[in-house]
């Protein structure tokens, strides 16, 4: 993937002067992440008790579980359209690997619904993290930065997969009318556009309808005891350290009480009590002590966040400056993630050679085997080796003007791709060297075997349209963008890209029953999804903040600007769909 691409996309958003505006702009765009305040006191349960009871009947939600995950995809897929979404390949899988470990490790539910999870990131610095409904779960970059452990990100994660496995967003939103769920899905998406304006933000919370929704939204005390247990159960079912779950409620109790004016984000939809962490801290007394060594992935992508959540040339200064004082640092994993997030660093400044130089050296350091007589064992990897080779290939992409460097990277994606199959990042890199290095008709076949794997990918649809523009094929060129478009939620676009399909002067008789199909399938959706929000049309937030429909995916003017892929530093990035990370060995 091309990091000029990337570094178009992505650029600090933070404003010191405005932070604190910010701060409440970023909470009413999360509003959806809060659970209901549930008012009906539940009994605290035994700390040994396997299976925690829901609250409330879960049977008589208004909400179902595919409603649920509708109005989850909706508002994700309007997310992955702001320039906040953090959609790095090694940052995305982690968070999978790590989220997919511990839903494994969920002590079997008594028919709650399955979901399947989707784990991702947001660039903010604020300390926050939140559940969609659905199973969408994010994490904002600073609260993967304040972690200092895996347990203490794992913590986090396991008490939204608690929330998520109890249904508590469900049960609230199932309490109001249907034709509710539309403006309040509106209003959700509205503070996320608000984001980068301050002053319309706090129109949103300081509006009476802005406000009431809030309260309806607040996590409740009884919510949140529930997901503590949940979220402790499955730590301890996954093998972390369930103390990290304390340490990490005090860090922030740390901070409440260092910057009252500026109250981390996640207490503020998390509301944090001394009751809760003393019944936590009772239900650790009951435990045996485990002490569990962190994989050396936790610290590479803790680096790489660090790297990218301020793009600036301020905020890379910065992070320079961080990154240099933790080399003089005694543990080998501290100087790996500082070497490794130097090579990042290198990268973002487009210095390919530092980039290199200094990804050598993350390797040689985990590789170092102990000095004689240390204390010191080798670093546990997790999918560190895969970061280390999708970082090596993103190096060698983006240095398509060096026909010797791509050919370089050819050879590394084919060997890397077969040692990590599941990496979709190696595999988006590894076709985009064929596609540079003039082999589309090789990157075609590769591609489409991954589709046949991984049908709801729009980033594969979108390289495999470069490959065949590269190929001349135009026809099947627009098919492809169509489809990439379609997934992503641009269906106007996606009719319009089947519209030049069908224009196209190699379209064949296949071909046009293809579009043909394709353009009854997706003239339906666009009437079901026309008939679904006519009525919502202009939804006032407040005063003079309205939720405008979600805008349909444009093609771009330039023909060598179609597709996120696209060769030119002017061109726009479309966003696209982020898969699954793969396992952690």
Request: aromatic share 6%; hydrophobic share 40%; proline share 6%.
């Amino acid at each position: 993937m091309s990091a000029a691409v990337r570094t178009n996309r992505y650029h600090s958003t933070v404003n010191a002067p405005h932070f604190p505006r910010r701060l409440v702009a970023v909470a009413a765009a999360l509003l959806i992440a809060a659970p209901a305040a549930m008012t009906a006191p539940q009994p605290l349960a035994p700390a040994n008790v396997p299976n925690l009871p829901s609250l409330g009947d879960t049977s008589r939600e208004a909400l179902s579980p595919v409603t649920e995950r509708k109005l989850g995809e909706e508002i994700m897929r309007d997310i992955r359209f702001d320039r906040d979404y953090l959609d790095d390949p090694p940052i995305i899988e982690y968070l999978n690997a790590l989220g997919n470990n511990l839903v494994a490790a969920r002590p079997g539910s008594r028919g709650e619904a399955n979901y399947d999870y989707f784990f991702f990131c947001v660039r903010d610095p604020m300390l926050n993290a939140f559940a969609l409904p659905g199973g969408f779960i994010g994490v904002h970059s600073g609260l993967l930065l304040a972690a200092q452990t895996e347990s203490e990100l794992a913590s986090v994660l396991s008490h939204e997969i608690g929330h998520v496995a109890q249904r508590h967003i469900a049960r609230q939103l199932g309490e109001q009318k249907t034709d509710a769920l539309i403006p309040l899905a509106a209003m959700v998406l509205a503070a996320l556009a608000a984001k980068s304006n301050p002053d319309a933000a706090m129109g949103v919370m300081m509006g009476g309808q802005g406000l009431a929704i809030q309260r309806q939204l607040n996590f409740g005390r009884d919510a949140e005891r529930e997901a503590d247990r949940i979220g402790f159960q499955i730590m301890g079912a996954a093998g972390y350290e369930t103390n990290g779950m304390v340490a990490f409620f005090q860090r922030l109790q740390v901070a409440t009480r260092n910057y009252s004016d500026l109250v981390p984000a996640y207490l503020q939809s998390h509301p944090l009590t001394t009751e809760r962490i003393a019944d936590i801290q009772a239900r650790i007394r009951e435990q045996p002590y485990r002490q569990r060594v962190d994989a050396l992935d936790f610290f590479l992508v803790r680096a790489r966040a660090r790297v990218l959540q301020d793009t600036s040339s301020k905020g890379l200064a910065e992070t320079e400056e961080f990154l240099r004082n933790q080399l003089q640092q005694p543990s080998r994993h501290q100087i790996a993630s500082a070497q490794y997030g130097m090579a990042i660093l290198a990268l973002k400044r487009r210095d390919y050679a530092g980039a290199q130089s200094w990804l050598d050296k993350t390797a040689a350091t985990i590789e170092r085997p102990p000095a004689p007589g240390a204390f010191s064992s080798p670093l546990p990897k997790g999918v560190a080796d895969s970061v280390l080779a999708y970082t090596s290939l993103e190096i060698k992409v983006d240095q398509e003007d060096k026909p010797a460097v791509i050919a370089q990277a050819i050879r590394e994606g084919e060997v890397a791709h077969a040692k990590f199959p599941l990496s979709r990042g190696i595999v988006w890199q590894y076709a985009d060297a064929l596609i540079k290095g003039g082999k589309p008709e090789q990157a075609e076949r590769f591609l489409r075997d991954q589709l046949q794997m991984y049908r709801s990918e729009p980033e594969l649809q979108d390289l495999l349209a470069q490959a065949y523009s590269k190929m001349g094929k135009i026809a099947l060129q627009h098919i492809a963008l169509a489809e990439s478009y379609a997934l992503l939620g641009g269906t106007q676009a996606a009719l319009d890209q089947l519209v030049l399909a069908r224009k196209a002067p190699d379209a064949s008789f296949y071909e046009h029953a293809v579009i043909d199909a394709r353009e009854r399938e997706w003239q339906a959706k666009r009437r079901e999804a026309l008939g679904e929000k006519g009525k919502d049309k202009g939804f006032a937030v407040s005063g003079s903040v309205k939720a405008a429909p979600a805008q349909e995916m444009q093609e771009p003017a330039d023909p060598s600007c179609r597709g996120m892929l696209a060769d030119s530093p002017r061109c726009a990035a479309v966003p696209r769909q982020t898969p699954w990370g793969q396992q952690r060995r």
